[in-house]
Structures are given as C-alpha cells and as structure tokens.
C-alpha cells in the first residue's frame, strides 16, 4: 500500500492505493480505476472535505497523481534528456520535467505515450476558493487526456498567466514552496 493523492476537476482526493505494478505511472495505465482506502476528499470550491472508508477512482476523472512508490527497475531505464514544461489541466497549473529519449521532441513524445505520463521535481498550483495552493512535489503522474495546454520552458523558467492576468513565473526547482 503507497500514498495515493490525486486531482480532480473539483477535489484532491488523498488516500492509500495497493500498488500492484512496478511504478504508479504504469499502475495507472495499466487500470480504468483504483480503489483508494482511508480516503479524504477535499472540495474545492468550498474547501470542505468528506471522509470515506473505500472510494473507486475512474482514470478519466484524474488530472494528476503525485507519484508516490517506487521508480520501477533500474533495468528498465533508458537514456533521456529532460524537458522543462508549464501544463494547465482544469484548475491546476503544473510544472515539471518530462523525460523524453534523444531527439524526440517533447510535445510528440507525450502524444505518443499512454495517457499517464510522469513529470519529475514537479510543482502544483492551485485555488481552492479561499487559499492559493503552491507545492513542490518528486513526482507527478499528468492524465494527457485532460491537459488544456502545455508549453515548453525556456532556460528552466516558465512564465504563465492565470486567468487574472497574475504571472507565476519561476525556476522549476527552487528550495522551497512559496
């Protein structure tokens, strides 16, 4: 059992997952749906929560999980270049790298996965009606499906306007959340 935080149009829903494959990104691909123990789901139009003993998850309805377990086999892994990109996915700005094999373009290799596709030293940002949400997490696992753009980075910083016109501009990796 991992640590199970997902994102959802309208709540995060943070519980615990039996991970029955090597990594979060190809249990998520590998299953419709999930079914989450000991769940709390926070709204997040009136930032209140519910609490449920078991809750099953539909892949469609995820934007993002963090990626939480283990990378998988070290065997497994490929040579790759980082990508640094800025996805908006509903109410979520995200921020992160993808890692793509040489000389394939980002853009085109997201395209040509399966839809969960992992961002490493990632950042979340969102509002929940009465609180700014900024957070840096490893890992997240995006649902390509829900993505309403994407855009590279330039020189490891992205600048992005909300819908307010209020720049979130800043390096991927910095020490801290703000």
């Given at each position: 059992?991992?640590?199970f935080?997902?994102?959802?149009?309208?709540?995060?829903?943070s519980?615990?997952?039996?991970?029955?494959?090597?990594?979060?990104?190809?249990?998520?691909?590998?299953?419709?749906?999930?079914?989450?123990?000991?769940?709390?789901?926070?709204?997040?139009?009136?930032?209140?929560?519910?609490?449920?003993?078991?809750?099953?998850?539909?892949?469609?309805?995820?934007?993002?999980?963090?990626?939480?377990?283990?990378?998988?086999?070290?065997?497994?892994?490929?040579?790759?270049?980082?990508?640094?990109?800025?996805?908006?996915?509903?109410?979520?700005?995200?921020?992160?790298?993808?890692?793509?094999?040489?000389?394939?373009?980002?853009?085109?290799?997201?395209?040509?996965?399966?839809?969960?596709?992992?961002?490493?030293?990632?950042?979340?940002?969102?509002?929940?009606?009465?609180?700014?949400?900024?957070h840096?997490?490893?890992?997240?696992?995006?649902?390509?499906?829900?993505?309403?753009?994407?855009?590279?980075?330039?020189?490891?910083?992205?600048?992005?306007?909300?819908?307010?016109?209020?720049?979130?501009?800043?390096?991927?990796?910095?020490?801290?959340?703000?």
């Amino acid at each position: 059992m991992v640590d199970f935080v997902a994102y959802a149009e309208d709540c995060v829903l943070s519980g615990r997952v039996r991970l029955s494959a090597d990594r979060m990104t190809d249990l998520l691909n590998q299953h419709d749906e999930v079914q989450l123990v000991d769940v709390m789901v926070q709204r997040l139009r009136d930032a209140g929560a519910l609490e449920a003993k078991e809750v099953q998850v539909l892949r469609e309805e995820i934007m993002f999980v963090h990626a939480a377990g283990p990378r998988g086999e070290a065997g497994r892994r490929r040579r790759n270049l980082q990508h640094p990109l800025a996805v908006q996915l509903g109410p979520y700005q995200d921020r992160g790298y993808l890692h793509a094999l040489p000389g394939s373009p980002p853009l085109v290799s997201i395209r040509s996965r399966e839809p969960m596709v992992p961002l490493t030293d990632a950042w979340i940002e969102y509002d929940d009606g009465s609180t700014h949400h900024r957070h840096h997490v490893g890992a997240i696992v995006v649902n390509r499906d829900h993505i309403d753009w994407i855009t590279p980075a330039r020189g490891g910083v992205v600048e992005v306007r909300d819908p307010f016109g209020r720049s979130c501009e800043g390096p991927l990796a910095e020490g801290q959340a703000g």
